[in-house]
């Protein structure tokens, strides 16, 4: 069996090894063949240093297949998606790594509302490549190029007419961590435009992320939580390297479990709509069926990173889609945009005249761990596949499971556990929810001592 080069989230890996130009010319032709030659694609990139030279590259593709390119140059993954309907292309391409390390860099496609690909469209990709079917155009057909850097302005403009606050009733102080990224000169001005005063850290663009690793862990975000206690601010709000993700913190410096955002992101839409379906990744709390329920809504579940191919499935009846750090508003458009979520957390604080953590009061925090642990990439399926089979073994208390992303195992009190190998670096992860922290202890343990065990038979030692 071949190895896929897509994942989770299109392909990504350390440059040189996993994204080399090489792929870069191939993706980018690999499209505009299932384009058929025809129409426009805009590209765009983030911070990392070997960014613009792979998106210059996709875009050669692009335009040898014959499609026209409008490229975008440095911007967050979230405007590279919306510039795709609001510049009428067919398709987009960005170059990011996201949250990875500074070494890595990544590949992802976008369709004509500006959606990821499915994995169904990233397969006729691969199957192009594989196959090297390319169709080139003739020498009086290849693809223009043009450059529209004026998109963030449209974006940012729109972003702020949509969202702003109808009346502010407190002036909120939020700090913003753009991660040296891509969003660095983007939200806060937003915010600020918004009418939040804004103090910002690690938001000058740079590829080495001098500041923190772009990843916005609870680990990571230690700092920034002691910077908002220091400056008495209502909120922190941080993004990874291309702002398609966005992690918060309370007043206090304390890290706000993603789930919770996500259960208000609901609630809001709810409330709007009156009803629809919640589409979250299989790693989200239970906190969200509830609220969801609460307010007259339905959760469906989904692929980690593939919450867009449910929103597809269940069409109107969708409110958002979500996973963990990321949401997809379809009523703002078809893309997962941490700027939206600041934008949109910033206006509800200032119309209500409150600090996050009051912002979020009815919505109740469960303890929980997300682990990931490093396994050689050609071992990680195979010692998943184990941990599986005796985790059904262990844990005899289990009501249901899950397999549409690994297996996760929901058990009568309302405390789950969930294992899957990661689709975009070489690690397994373990997730755990309780209600009680003992019990979330007891869970966690068992699954980890699961996985040392059954990687220790495979010469693999879990640390």
């Known amino acids: 069996m071949r190895k896929r080069l897509f994942g989770t989230a299109g392909i990504r890996g350390e440059y040189g090894k996993v994204i080399t130009p090489e792929i870069a010319y191939e993706v980018g032709l690999a499209l505009a063949t299932f384009l058929e030659g025809k129409g426009l694609a805009t590209v765009g990139h983030d911070v990392r240093l ?19 390119v409008i490229n975008l140059g440095l911007v967050p993954t979230p405007i590279l998606a919306y510039s795709i309907p609001a510049l009428r292309a067919n398709a987009g391409v960005i170059i990011t790594a996201s949250h990875n390390p500074p ?5 992802k496609c976008f369709n004509g509302k500006g959606m990821e690909f499915t994995v169904s469209m ?45 009346k502010v009733k407190k002036k909120a102080r939020i700090v913003i961590d753009c991660a040296n990224g891509a969003a660095s000169n983007i939200t806060p001005i937003i915010l600020r435009e918004l009418g ?9 663009y740079d590829g080495m992320f001098p500041g923190r690793i772009p990843e916005p862990r609870p680990d990571v975000l230690k700092e920034l939580g002691e910077h908002v206690k220091v400056l008495k601010a209502d909120a922190a709000l941080a993004h990874d390297g291309d702002a398609d993700r966005l992690a918060a913190l309370s007043s206090n410096g304390k890290f706000i479990l993603n789930d919770r955002l996500l259960a208000f992101y609901a609630m809001l839409k709810l409330k709007e709509k009156g009803e629809g379906v919640v589409i979250v990744s299989i790693d989200t709390s239970f906190v969200i069926d509830e609220i969801v329920e ?29 996973e963990p750090w990321k949401l997809i508003d379809p009523d703002w458009g078809y893309w997962v945009d941490g700027i939206y979520q600041a934008a949109l957390l910033t206006k509800e604080m200032l119309e209500k005249g409150v600090t996050i953590e009051k912002l979020l009061k009815e919505i109740p925090e469960y303890p929980q761990i997300r682990a990931s642990y490093k396994v050689p990439e050609e071992l990680k399926y195979e010692i998943v596949s184990e941990v599986h089979d005796r985790m059904r ?47 979330l202890q007891e869970i966690f343990q068992k699954t980890l001592k699961i996985l040392k065990e059954v990687a220790e038979k495979k010469g693999v030692k879990i640390v």
């Open 122 to 166: 990233e397969r006729k990709l691969e199957d192009i490549i594989f196959s090297k079917k390319f169709n080139y155009a003739k020498w009086d057909s290849v693809g223009k190029l043009e450059y529209y850097p004026e998109i963030v302005n449209n974006y940012m403009e729109e972003l702020i007419f949509k969202l702003r606050p109808g």
């Open 294 to 322: 609460k307010y007259g809504g339905r959760v469906e579940r989904a692929k980690l990173g593939k919450t867009h191919e449910k929103l597809l499935e269940y069409g109107e009846k969708a409110v958002m889609a979500a």
């Open 50 to 68: 070997t960014s613009p030279l792979l998106a210059t590259i996709v875009s050669s593709g692009l335009m040898a297949g014959g499609v026209d």
């Open 103 to 107: 070494p890595d860099n990544g590949i």
């Open 196 to 204: 939040a005063s804004v103090v910002t850290i690690n938001c000058h």
């Open 393 to 439: 073994e262990v844990f005899k208390e289990y009501e249901s499971e899950l397999t549409i992303d690994g297996l996760r195992l929901n058990m009568s009190d309302k405390s789950w556990v969930l294992v899957r190998a990661s689709g975009t670096e070489p690690k397994i992860r373990i997730y755990a929810e309780a209600r009680k922290e003992k019990r």
